[in-house]
């Protein structure tokens, strides 16, 4: 059967390596839409060869270098926002989410009101709005299935189990690129050296939030969006080899642990095949060569954002939403040189506080998430122009 199939991101890691998978077995595809940003000769080569319906970059000032690049190949162009959300209306039966950033939520919810799967990359949408997600799902029937390494992991190592008898879920970290810094130079950190990943070859903002552990952060709070798990039950292991991605742990004492080398293409095949199992072009793990896997805990004083997260997961309501979007600007600081690599977490929980009585909320709607999106964004910045806020 011939699935229609979208990819949102296409041109990113994750995106390319979706099409990696989807290319190799072309008709078992209907490629319906595709999706970009900045990157609009990557998208045209991709959209051209797989035959897209449509090709959107979300970059207005680019149409007239996709359409250029597109012409005479019969697949449409379109670009903006609006068009990005135009291109999730278009019914598909699978859709990948792997925009980066808080700007992957709306197109999300589209998607969902197919039906279908929504394979979930995009993290930040689940920290923001991880009920909304759930409950739109519900409402339309459709299925989203983790694509984060680690969760992929746990929703594997939960097939079959009932959540009742689950005792804890464990997931890894890699500790980032600078783990082995000394914690006094950390605030020296350049975006370059953040920058730079030992295990995955991923975009830049992940790689760099893997190094301050604001993506380990994010995915305790995925976690406890995706399977209903308390802050007690949650908890982050370094495991500098990223071997092992995650682990669950049962009432009995028994612990199923998911394992692989470190290839996204995994956990992308596994949502892209679900309920199936398919031969991956993955490498095959070889324990023996590899001789040893390492675990320890988390130091909190290298990694301040683990307990952010904790106290996100105990708040719920807006919380999150926040959260994600301050960590947003942070991020976009650090990157623009304007803070330090250190004073991430500190201005995420600035910016925490001062929202701190209006992330209240028994139910969460998008134009909440996003009011407070925009408001956690204006005030991480302001806060960061004032020398004086640390
Ligand atoms: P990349 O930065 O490599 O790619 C991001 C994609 O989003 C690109 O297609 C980019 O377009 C597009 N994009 C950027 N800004 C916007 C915007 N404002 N509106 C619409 N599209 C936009 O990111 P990754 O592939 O690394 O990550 C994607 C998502 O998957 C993230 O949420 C990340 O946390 C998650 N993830 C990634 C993993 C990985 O291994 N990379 C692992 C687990 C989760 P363009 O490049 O053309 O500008
Ligand atoms: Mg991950």
Redesign the pocket.
Known sequence: MTRRLSV??????????TLDLVAREPESYRVVAM??????A??AADARRLRAQVAV???DARLGDLRDALAGSGVEAAAG?TA?LEAADRPADWTM?????A??LE?GLRALRHGGTLAL?????LVCAGPLLRAEAARFGATILP???EHSAVFQALAGERRADVEKVTLTASGGGLREWPLERLRDATPEEAGRHPN????????V?SASMF?KA?ELIEAHALFDLGAHEIDAVIHPQSIVHALVQFRDGGVMAHMGMPD?RH?IGYALHWPERRMLPVERLDLAALGRLDFSAPDPARYPAIALAYDVIRRGGLAGAAFNAAKEAALDLFLGRAIRFTDMAPLVERVMTRLDPRLEADTIGLDMVLEIDEEARRVARSLAEDTAWT
Request: charged share 15%; no cysteine; aromatic share 4%.
């Open positions: 949102f991101g296409a041109t990113g890691s994750v995106g390319l390596q999706t970009g940003a900045s990157n609009v990557q998208l970059t979300a970059d926002r990005v989410s792997a925009i980066v950033g700007a992957g197109p990359a995009n993290k930040e949408s694509v984060d390494s995955w070859d991923m975009g830049q903002r992940i790689t939030d993506n994010m996204m956990a």
